[in-house]
């Protein structure tokens, strides 16, 4: 000590000084002390007890100044599951120090001393928590070591790029809840991830991803709206010109496998059922003979030459004797697809040119004659019959014709029901007329009522083509849809066997389905 002076006898005496064994109290009474001197005037020395290793109070200098870090304890991941880890072993505690003084002395009361740390420091008393606190849960089990993703979030581009996996749901369950969950907080990843699902939704379509028959007809009008044509078509050549061109996109692909494969047509003859086997090749070979009836009206080439016979019948069954390959295979496939096709376009080329006096130029029909707007209409109803019989064939689906020329197809046939109804009782194949009425006045009159996007309301004279149909004079109605208005015109069902609601006179009813049926043929 030198804050009194100058050295101090007594330091020497007890311990103050530094050197091996002095001070520490572990020599005894006789050891750094003198017995010649007089007793230190502050009483005995008070020997502070040995100090605590420094592991012991947590601090390690290693921890602080850049050594050996501080052994940490083993994480859930080192500890083996199910046990807890091994606590550290006490270190040994010292034996307590000798007392330098006699049993009788009283030990001299000094300076205090530096606090000293216990080896085995009891622990504090927790502290008890107030009454309103609830008490802390019991620590659960060990957990698994976090995920990578948790740990480490992943980033935006990384997010951004899985989008597609996302969208074709190929993503694991982590990465769909990691993308999912950066949508919401991403609106330009969210939009992008809109867009791929309506993507990934069009590869799954449910529809059909042939193109629609009604396109071309909805390119042309949208066409001639912008830019009227020099030359336009007449209105009333549109439904043939529309159905030839859907029946051409039904032919455009097939092979010759198809061409080839057979075809029922079917028809009423006035009196029942009847039919004719054919193939696909032969189908358009009848429509082509049977087109030629107007073609030579107009002063084109007839497909079978100038002798050719006028019934559609007939020029049928000339054209399959002469060709038996377009009837039962053996000619080239597909070959006649194009002879129709570019018939088709000279007849609408043609009356494109005539002008307007061309609508009233009569077509003989056998025994009947249409005139050529109602010949063009019959020739739009055969081909939508007949493309009917060639997708059935070979299991193909059709889509009955647009509805503005679904309803010229059904004006007609209502138009020709009052002739055919006067041919039938003309052959006694029809009840007589109740009663004679003369031309141009109101008679009986039947209500034709036919459903769907085409149909419509048609009044039919009973007893006299000559006579006027009037609402007022109904005594009858039958309804029906357009697919079974079809099926009848058609003749593809019985007459007794069409599904329509009826009510009224049931001898005119009969009377007009069988008239309905007659009009077909092959």
């Known amino acids: 000590m030198t804050g009194r002076g100058g050295p101090d006898p007594y330091d020497d005496a007890y311990g103050?000084?530094?050197g091996p064994g002095d001070g520490d109290g572990r020599d005894g009474p006789g050891r750094g002390s003198d017995p010649g001197l007089p007793p230190h005037p502050a009483g005995p020395p008070r020997i502070p007890p040995p100090r605590s290793a420094a592991e012991d109070s947590g601090h390690w200098p290693g921890a602080l100044d850049g050594g050996i870090p501080?052994?940490?304890?083993?994480?859930?991941?080192?500890t083996p599951a199910g046990r807890a880890p091994e606590p550290a072993p006490k270190p040994a505690a010292d034996?307590?120090?000798?007392?330098?003084l006699g049993p009788d002395q009283e030990p001299i009361p000094g300076p205090d001393p530096e606090p000293a740390v216990s080896r085995d420091p009891e622990p504090d008393p927790e502290p008890e928590p107030p009454a309103s606190a609830p008490l802390p849960a019991p620590l659960p089990a060990p957990l698994a070591a976090p995920t990578p993703s948790a740990a480490h979030p992943l980033s935006h581009d990384l997010l951004r790029s899985l989008l597609g996996a996302w969208a074709l749901t190929a993503c694991s369950p982590d990465e769909t809840a990691a993308v999912e969950a950066h949508l919401n907080h991403c609106p330009s990843c969210a939009e992008e991830a809109l867009r791929l699902r309506d993507a990934v939704g069009l590869l799954h379509t449910e529809h059909s991803l042939d193109l629609d028959p009604m396109l071309r007809s909805r390119v042309l009008a949208g066409c001639l709206g912008r830019r009227p044509a020099r030359i336009p078509m007449p209105g009333w050549a549109g439904a043939y010109d529309a159905e030839a061109a859907r029946l051409d996109a039904l032919l455009r692909d097939m092979g010759e496998a198809e061409w080839r494969a057979p075809v029922r047509l079917k028809w009423f003859d006035g009196r029942r059922?009847?039919?004719?086997?054919?193939?696909?090749?032969?189908?358009?070979?009848?429509?082509?003979?049977?087109?030629?009836?107007?073609?030579?009206?107009?002063?084109?080439?007839?497909?079978?030459?100038?002798d050719a016979p006028r019934s559609p019948q007939a020029?049928?069954?000339?054209?399959?004797?002469?060709?038996?390959?377009?009837?039962?295979?053996?000619?080239?496939?597909?070959?006649?697809?194009?002879?129709?096709?570019?018939?088709?376009?000279?007849?609408?080329?043609?009356?494109?040119?005539?002008?307007?006096?061309?609508?009233?130029?009569?077509?003989p029909y056998g025994d009947i004659a249409l005139p050529i707007r109602d010949a063009f209409l019959d020739r739009a109803l055969e081909c939508w019959v007949h493309a009917g019989d060639i997708a059935e064939a070979i299991?193909?689906?059709?889509e009955p014709p647009a509805s503005a020329h679904l309803r010229a197809m059904i004006d007609l046939c209502a138009r020709l029901l009052p002739g055919t109804l006067a041919e039938r009782r003309r052959a006694g194949l029809a009840a007589p007329p109740r009663r004679l009425v003369e031309a141009g006045t109101p008679g009986r009159t039947l209500h034709l009522q036919v459903e769907g996007a085409g149909g419509g309301d048609w009044y039919i004279a009973l007893d006299s083509p000559a006579a006027?149909?009037?609402?007022?004079?109904?005594?009858?109605?039958?309804a029906l849809d357009q697919e079974a208005f079809y099926l009848l015109a058609s003749g593809h069902v019985p007459p007794q066997e069409a599904a329509a609601g009826l009510s009224g006179d049931t001898e005119a009813i009969r009377d007009v389905?069988?008239?309905?049926?007659?009009?077909?043929?092959l």
């Open 16 to 18: 103050e000084s530094s």
């Open 70 to 78: 501080a052994p940490r304890p083993p994480t859930a991941d080192e």
């Open 95 to 100: 034996p307590e120090p000798e007392s330098p």
């Open 273 to 306: 059922l009847t039919g004719r086997d054919t193939t696909v090749a032969g189908v358009i070979g009848h429509l082509m003979v049977v087109d030629g009836i107007i073609a030579a009206s107009l002063g084109l080439p007839d497909p079978l030459g100038a």
């Open 315 to 363: 020029r049928t069954e000339a054209y399959w004797h002469h060709e038996p390959g377009a009837s039962y295979g053996a000619g080239p496939p597909g070959a006649v697809r194009e002879l129709w096709r570019e018939q088709g376009h000279a007849l609408v080329r043609t009356v494109s040119f005539a002008g307007r006096g061309v609508a009233e130029l009569d077509v």
């Open 395 to 398: 299991d193909y689906p059709y």
């Open 468 to 478: 006027v149909a009037s609402p007022e004079e109904a005594v009858a109605t039958i």
């Open 513 to 521: 389905l069988f008239a309905a049926a007659s009009l077909s043929r």
